[in-house]
């Protein structure tokens, strides 16, 4: 029999983005259902840092949606009750280069990011033990993010959906789409009954595509899997901020598919610390790659000997939703009235998802939307692009 459920706005996928939809969505006055297969935070977010990041990013619209994310960030921090729940913390971020030749090419990468409103400030190589003592002597530099922030991923998704007040349906998968005799969206169905809504959001990250599919739109979601090591508790200020190596901006941006890694290392308020990041496109092979977790121990341990005494205690993948051109798709599709797409942020997620959510509920309500869309157009990619 089926279960008719009905509200304004469905929300498929219970992930930091589908939280976020949910959480501005029902503040706007939008009655929301968050339906998922699995359980909240299940998926990508589950296996993600928590990284709210400005400093990877350069000039353009991903930033731009960085920096108005991390605005609204810092206000559901202030929430009462809320910034220590989700353990957000203003870290801040260190970017640092191996050798003096590579500050002018960080410097140049600044000098964009501050025109946008990037805070980056220039830290000397003799200036480095100042930041993080226990960083390795001989290093040539690097660049000071203090807007990058951090909060426990899980967390944050279950605080805010219970915050939005929506209906939250774990465990149930979506079927198919319903459709009403003019062809618009009008709701899911799932092998729990039907919910119907005349707005679906499709917040379900790597898997975006093959929502798209059911829904018959083409969207060229695929999954980039990543490993992360975890150690064991460390004492307070082994690692103070966030501090990566420059090479990861240029992994984020490779449309490579081969394995690629580059040194990242944070604390947790928990005391672990986490020791990214791999990228590599391989489908959705949940296999251990013992080569990628000694090409993580070793780059560690390069910015940080203090690390080679420390015990890896796990390690834990993700798959990140990569789209060609590295941008996400948000906000409704031209080609299914009542569709919206809110997904395909690859390692960004998380630090995106606010900005994300409240340009939905914006687009939702009518309301003009805080920043243009039109870079994020799901109908962006030509049907054939499939990338390999």
């Not at 501090?243 to 290392?265: I, M, P, T």
């Not at 791999?278 to 203090?306: K, N, Y």
Request: aromatic share 6%.
């Amino acid at each position: 029999m089926s279960n008719r459920l009905t509200c304004d706005v469905v929300v498929v996928g219970a992930g930091m983005v589908g939280a976020a939809c949910a959480l501005y969505a029902a503040r706007s006055g939008l009655r929301v259902i968050v339906v998922d297969r699995g359980p909240v935070a299940g998926g990508t977010t589950g296996a993600g840092e928590g990284n709210l990041l400005v400093s990877d990013k350069e000039p353009g619209p991903e930033l731009s949606l960085a920096l108005y994310s991390g605005r609204l960030w810092q206000d559901v921090a202030a929430e009462p009750g809320l910034g220590e729940a989700i353990e957000f913390e203003p870290k801040g971020g260190l970017m640092v280069v191996s050798d003096p030749d590579g500050l002018h090419a960080l410097e140049t990468f600044a000098a964009g990011q501050r025109a946008e409103g990037v805070e980056a400030v220039p830290v000397a190589a003799d200036a480095l033990h100042g930041l993080e003592p226990h960083l390795a002597d001989g290093l040539g530099g690097g660049m000071y993010y203090p807007q990058d922030c951090q909060v426990m991923p899980t967390l944050a998704a279950a605080h805010l959906i219970r915050r939005s007040g929506a209906d939250l349906r774990t465990g149930r998968a979506v079927t198919g789409v319903l459709r009403g005799a003019d062809g618009r969206l009008t709701g899911v169905r799932t092998d729990g009954g039907d919910i119907h809504a005349p707005a679906v959001v499709n917040a379900t990250g790597t898997w975006g595509g093959e929502f798209a599919a059911l829904a018959g739109v083409h969207l060229p979601v695929l999954p980039r899997r990543g490993f992360v090591l975890v150690t064991e508790p460390l004492p307070a200020g082994t690692v103070r901020h966030k501090v990566y190596d420059a090479d990861y901006v240029a992994n984020v941006a490779s449309d490579s598919a081969a394995l690629q890694s580059s040194a990242v290392v944070e604390s947790t308020a928990a005391g672990p610390v986490l020791i990214g990041a791999t990228r590599e496109r391989v489908g959705f092979d949940r296999t251990f790659s013992l080569p990628a977790a000694r090409i993580l121990a070793a780059q560690a341990t390069a910015l940080f000997p203090v690390l080679g005494r420390a015990r890896a205690i796990r390690s834990y993948l993700g798959f990140r939703p990569y789209l060609p051109d590295h941008l996400p798709v948000i906000g409704p599709d031209a080609r299914l009235p009542g569709l919206y797409h809110a997904c395909g942020h690859e390692g960004a997620g998380i630090g995106l998802s606010l900005g994300t959510g409240q340009l939905i509920a914006q687009s939702l309500t009518g309301t003009t939307p805080d920043l243009d869309l039109a870079p994020f157009r799901p109908d962006r990619f030509p049907a054939e692009e499939v990338p390999r």
